[in-house]
């Protein structure tokens, strides 16, 4: 079988699949409460915020602090 013909047969039903899933979903969240709509609604917005560069020098800090105690056990 053509890889192009498999593409196709996977994209007929992964589509309307997908399609179905977006609808239930938006069917399911309008019978919810307005704050528990706009929380979803702007939930994928709080991943898109970087992390303070902070938080990766305390993590840095605490292996390294790791490192030492392990290092100092094993002598």
Do not use: C, H
């Not at 196709?8 to 899933?21: N, S, W, Y």
């Not at 704050?35 to 902070?54: D, K, N, R, V, W």
Request: charged share 20%; aromatic share 14%.
């Amino acid at each position: 079988m053509d890889i192009f013909v498999l593409k196709v047969i996977v994209g007929a039903l992964v589509i309307p699949f997908a399609a179905f899933m977006l609808w239930s979903l938006v069917k399911w969240a309008k019978g919810m409460p307005k704050g528990a709509y706009i929380f979803i609604a702007f939930m994928p917005l709080i991943s898109l915020f970087p992390i303070p560069p902070t938080v990766f020098k305390n993590v840095a800090k605490a292996k390294q602090e790791q490192r030492k105690k392990q290092t100092q056990s094993d002598e």
